[in-house]
């Protein structure tokens, strides 16, 4: 099984030296596995295709090859005894960050101006009305306000990239980051296939359907899936839905930063956190995240359709090799233990939350994207 803290508390009979060989071998490690998680990616549908597996297999992201590979990954190392000598060599922050600077440039300002009006209206009341909610039941449950904070994140916003930036304002716990974005995966899934199915139940138009799923799936690559299930122009109203709310991801790890650094961990024998500290603790990645958005937008429009097109595929294909690599270190340095203490609760906590954010969602998307045409 994964190593526990308990595991972990006895002392060990030696030390292990963190030397350049370990940190290679800890490299390669992560790169073999995260190639090996592309690869699954890239293969398992088309062997799928013609199957009754196709539709689900298709729908399987990188993410969930990854952290499951990871997984697997962290039992071998632990038995072998190699997770501590390779500790220094998961570049977690690192993948992570690079990764969502990447995804800046490939969300356009320009798409969204073309639904500026509602989206965004949709987006700052959605996001509002959800990271309340679940932050109230959170305190309701008892959970740790870091973990509190990378729940409401991720329900509210755009799941695991929004529970990242979170989880570097607040200084969250890498356990509690993996726990959470585990989450956004588990309950991702199933809704590809189940709100465009609702949509088609519910006999919501091609915009509101786009608008509902766009805001409410909990990842972009499982909003495009479920986007494209529903239909083209579904799937263009739900493009830019989503990259609204990722646009604000900025904005909620500015509050988070000021209220973690002048309220929850407030010493009241201390003096008062200062503007220095609040851009200390600031995650630097989202300057580059806004700045990478403006310098793609500005590109796209400079070049053809086409350039542009291709550019951007690659900046995508590159920060999808990123993120696989975090999520696979994710894996590597998951801790079961920390897991077993959360318990039902955040569970119970993302599971209403996501219930409220599907009727807020649908109530605002009718609302708002009544009588859209894109």
Known sequence: MVATDE?????PAEQPVRTWPWIVLGVLIVLVLGSVARYLEDTVPALAKGTSLEKFAAAVEYPIYAIALGLIGNVVVYVT???????DAVFTEFFIKTGLVLLGASINLSLIVKAAGPAIAQAVLLISSVFLITWYLGGLLGLDEKLRALLSAAVSICGVSAAIAAAGAVRAK???????????????LPSIF??????????????VAGAWIGGNIDTTAAVTAAGAIAGEQTLQIATIVKATQNALIG???????????????????????????LWDRFPKFVLGF??????????????????G??????????????????????GLQLRVSALREAGWRPVAVFGGATIANLAIGLG????????FTA
């Open 7 to 11: 595991d972990l508390a006895a002392p």
């Open 81 to 87: 005894g190699l997770r501590e000598r390779i500790a």
């Open 174 to 188: 890498r356990e509690q980051l993996a726990y959470a974005a585990s989450l956004v995966i588990i309950f991702a």
């Open 194 to 207: 189940l709100l465009p199915w609702l949509a088609d139940l519910l006999g919501l138009s091609p915009a």
């Open 251 to 277: 904005i909620v790890a500015v509050a988070l930063t000021a209220w973690f650094a002048f309220k929850v961990e407030k010493n009241a024998d201390a003096p008062r956190p200062g503007l220095r500290q």
């Open 290 to 307: 806004i700045a990478a958005s403006a310098i793609g937008t500005w590109y796209v429009g400079t070049v053809s359709a086409a350039e």
């Open 309 to 330: 097109k291709a550019h951007i595929a690659v900046i995508n294909d590159l920060r999808t090799w990123f993120l696989i690599l975090a999520f696979v270190s994710i």
């Open 364 to 371: 605002l998307a009718s609302i708002l994207f009544a009588g």
